[in-house]
T-cell receptor, first 115, second 110 residues
Framework: GAVVSQHPSWVICKSGTSVKIECRSL??????MFWYRQFPKQSLMLMAT?????????EQGVEKDKFLINHASLTLSTLTVTSAHPEDSSFYIC???????????FGSGTRLTVV | QKEVEQNSGPLSVPEGAIASLNCTYS??????FFWYRQYSGKSPELIMS??SNGDKEDGRFTAQLNKASQYVSLLIRDSQPSDSATYLC??????????WGAGTKLIIKP
């Protein structure tokens, strides 16, 4: 079945630094990838949709200059949280979709803690 | 605004009983529907997908879709304590995005 690998699974960083999260589709080509954020006891919040080779589409209220998304290949998308602050601490999850498929596969998530 | 509604729960069900989870959606043109299970601190995992009216069974799970009434449900037979989790209903929108419900917390009591 479709597998999505997400790294790191957890990261602690100092306020003001940047953190990169990788999302890889291991056995299929993902034309579209989605990045979500989830705060404790809240539902998933879509941050952005990225399509291979084009700029990401950000949801309203998500700062594109703060959350940099790169989808340079059909198997890799990255999310970089720039100048991280404690309020950016959250659970970040990627999801990948192959256009011919209807299902969506999630990565295992990255728990980011900014201190 | 396209919406997906779920009762947040918690829904408490005795072990061995049938758990019934419900979801309604606002976009009558929706064609693809998904149920995900999410354990605390973990990412969602796909349980069932359904695209046609009627029932779809997979092991202890049955998804039911009624497009005329715009609802989709998930039945879990012979509920186990390991089924305790939050169940998320999702509907495929435009641009391949999923529109998510807030999730129903299910508790299976031994």
């Amino acid at each position: 079945g479709a597998v999505v690998s997400q790294h790191p699974s957890w990261v602690i960083c100092k306020s003001g630094t940047s953190v990169k999260i990788e999302c890889r589709s291991l056995d299929f080509q993902a034309t579209t990838m989605f990045w979500y954020r989830q705060f404790p006891k809240q539902s998933l919040m879509l941050m952005a949709t990225s399509n291979e080779g084009s700029k990401a589409t950000y949801e309203q209220g998500v700062e594109k200059d703060k959350f940099l998304i790169n989808h340079a290949s059909l198997t890799l998308s990255t999310l970089t949280v720039t100048s991280a602050h404690p309020e950016d601490s959250s659970f970040y999850i990627c999801s990948a979709s192959q256009q011919e498929l209807i299902g969506y596969t999630f990565g295992s998530g990255t728990r980011l803690t900014v201190v | 605004q396209k919406e997906v509604e779920q009762n947040s729960g918690p829904l408490s069900v005795p072990e061995g009983a049938i758990a019934s989870l419900n979801c309604t959606y606002s976009d009558r043109g929706s064609q693809s529907f998904f149920w995900y299970r999410q354990y605390s601190g973990k990412s969602p995992e796909l349980i069932m997908s359904i695209y046609s009216n009627g029932d779809k069974e997979d092991g202890r799970f049955t998804a039911q879709l009624n497009k005329a009434s715009q609802y989709v449900s998930l039945l879990i037979r012979d509920s186990q304590p390991s089924d305790s989790a939050t169940y998320l209903c999702a509907v495929k929108g435009s641009n391949y995005q999923l529109i998510w419900g807030a999730g129903t917390k299910l508790i299976i009591k031994p």
